[in-house]
C-alpha cells in the first residue's frame, strides 16, 4: 500500500551544479504533479503530467528546469545550473486522473549553497 | 498565486477546544476543493474534500463549510489534540479544472 515516494530525501549540491529529483507515484495513477514549495509557503504548481506527456508545463520558472516521465509512472526534475535560489522543497503528488485528489509524497529538500 | 510569504497566520487553541481555520479562495469557477495538512518535514497530507455543489461535508473530527457567495472555505477541527498541530492549506480547483492552487497556509499551535 505504498504512498508517492521520492528521492532522495535531502539533497544538498554547489551553485552551478546538475541535479535529478525522482518521484514514485501511487500504482494507477495516470496523472503526476510537481511543486516547490520555500518556506513559509503553500506549494507552487511546476508541470503537470497525464500518463507520459506534460500536459501543462505553465509552471517552470525557466528553462533550467525540465521534468520527464517516460513511462508513465516514475517521474524526474531536471534542474541544471542550479541557483541558489533554486533551495525549497520540491514536492510531487499523484492522482487517479487529471484534476482528481492529489496525494503528495515527502517531497526532496534541496539545498544549492 | 496567494504566497504571503514566511509570516503565516498562527491560531493558537487549547487541547480539547475546537478550532476553525478559514481560507478565502479568488476564482468563482473554481469547482473542487481540498484541506491538506503539513507537519514539519512531511509532504502535504489529505484531511477531506468539497465539491462546489455542496455547502458542508463532515469527516472524522472536521467539517468543511463553503459560502460560494462570499469565496470562502472553513475547516472545523473538534476537540482538537497535540497532533493537529500542524500548517493547514485550502488549495482549489480551477482554470482547466486540472490544477490545483495553494492557499498561503495557517499554522495550527494546539496548547496542552
Known amino acids: 500500500g505504498a504512498g508517492v515516494s521520492q528521492t532522495p530525501s535531502n539533497k544538498v549540491t554547489e551553485k552551478g551544479k546538475y541535479v535529478e529529483l525522482r518521484c514514485d507515484p501511487i500504482s494507477g495513477h495516470t496523472a503526476l504533479y510537481w511543486y516547490r514549495q520555500s518556506l513559509g509557503q503553500g506549494p507552487e504548481f511546476l508541470i503537470y503530467f497525464q500518463g507520459t506527456g506534460a500536459a501543462d508545463d505553465s509552471g517552470l520558472p525557466n528553462d533550467r528546469f525540465f521534468a520527464v516521465r517516460p513511462e508513465g509512472s516514475v517521474s524526474t526534475l531536471k534542474i541544471q545550473r542550479t541557483e541558489r535560489g533554486d533551495s525549497a522543497v520540491y514536492l510531487c503528488?499523484?492522482?487517479?486522473?487529471?484534476?482528481?485528489?492529489?496525494?503528495f509524497g515527502p517531497g526532496t529538500r534541496l539545498t544549492v549553497l | 498565486g496567494e504566497n504571503v510569504g514566511l509570516h503565516l497566520p498562527t491560531l493558537s487553541v487549547q487541547e480539547g477546544d475546537n478550532s476553525i481555520i478559514n481560507c478565502a479562495y479568488s476564482n468563482s469557477a473554481s469547482d473542487y476543493f481540498i484541506w491538506y495538512k503539513q507537519e514539519s518535514g512531511k509532504g502535504p497530507q489529505f484531511i477531506i474534500d468539497?465539491?462546489?455543489?455542496?455547502d458542508k461535508r463532515q469527516g472524522q473530527r472536521v467539517t468543511v463549510l463553503l459560502n460560494k457567495t462570499v469565496k470562502h472555505l472553513s475547516l472545523q477541527i473538534a476537540a482538537t489534540q497535540p497532533g493537529d498541530s500542524a500548517v493547514y492549506f485550502c488549495?482549489?480547483?480551477?482554470?482547466?479544472?486540472?490544477?490545483?492552487?495553494f492557499g498561503s497556509g495557517t499554522k495550527l499551535n494546539v496548547k496542552p
Open positions: 468539497i465539491r462546489s455543489n455542496m
Open positions: 488549495a482549489e480547483r480551477r482554470d482547466n479544472f486540472n490544477k490545483f492552487y
Open positions: 503528488a499523484s492522482s487517479l486522473q487529471g484534476g482528481d485528489t492529489q496525494y
